[in-house]
């Protein structure tokens, strides 16, 4: 079954920027225009009256080059004694790649996790650093200030930047999964240009020319708007419906 897979920190932070492309540059920054997107996700939530479940954003930095295992353990250090407020995880590590995880419990269902990852490559190092902000509950906030800040300290300030919005709906009645995807990939203000049905589940990529950031599909379009819904048989009229822009970055 095709589906977009969380397969690691690795693969996101550095296999999907070979496919971004960028529309010409918007008044609002980046950071601005992220958050009209959420409220706009948001917006549609509230019309369609889903049940939010959770909401992220992720930030991906640019790849830095370091000279050895030591800069990379001095940067950590020092942003670990910066954040003592976050809690410190070494991941996985071996003699080519070494990655640490900082998590900090922000209350009200909010949840920061920064990671770093740096990896051997052709005698160099590459250190690729990610933000994420992840809210458990509906009443969590977007701090759009917040992020301006963690990414202005991570010096992350030029990252890509993805929303995520997942939700749930028992309103469907009669009316088919692409049905509903489709009204609400227009009601994004966007263009489907990609397609994914099966019985229990449908996946539209789609276009809106009012923002940013792009990800290039096979047929030589591009897409920044993501909706999926998928059906849980065992949960009656139950539906998960995901949004997500420029792309859904977790499984679903």
């Not at 830095?64 to 950590?76: A, D, I, N, R, T």
């Amino acid at each position: 079954m095709q589906k977009m897979i969380k397969a690691g920190f690795l693969a996101f932070v550095i296999g999907i920027c070979g496919a971004m492309v960028f529309a010409p540059t918007h008044e609002k920054n980046k950071d601005q225009l992220l958050f009209a997107k959420a409220e706009a996700m948001l917006e549609l939530a509230k019309q369609e009256q889903l049940h939010v479940i959770s909401w992220q954003v992720r930030a991906k930095g640019n790849e830095e080059v370091l000279h050895s295992k030591g800069e990379y353990e001095q940067k950590v250090d020092a942003f670990a004694a910066e954040h003592p407020t976050f809690e410190r995880q070494p991941l996985e590590s071996n003699q080519d790649s070494w990655s640490e995880v900082f998590i900090q419990d922000m209350g009200n269902g909010l949840q920061e996790v920064v990671k770093w990852l740096a990896v051997k490559d052709e005698g160099q190092i590459i250190l690729v650093k990610s933000y994420e902000l992840i809210a458990s509950t509906e009443e969590s906030v977007f701090d759009q200030a917040l992020l301006k800040e963690r990414l202005n300290r991570l010096e992350m300030e030029s990252a890509l930047l993805f929303y995520q919005l997942t939700a749930e709906t028992t309103t469907l009645n009669d009316d088919s999964l692409f049905a509903t995807g489709k009204r609400y990939t227009e009601q994004l203000g966007a263009t489907i240009q990609e397609v994914l049905k099966e019985e229990t589940f449908v996946s539209l990529s789609a276009y809106n020319n009012e923002w940013d950031t792009g990800i290039a599909l096979v047929n030589g379009n591009n897409m920044n708007v993501q909706v999926a819904l998928r059906q849980n048989p065992d949960l009656g009229q139950q539906t998960r419906v995901t949004l997500g822009t420029p792309i859904i970055t977790t499984e679903y």
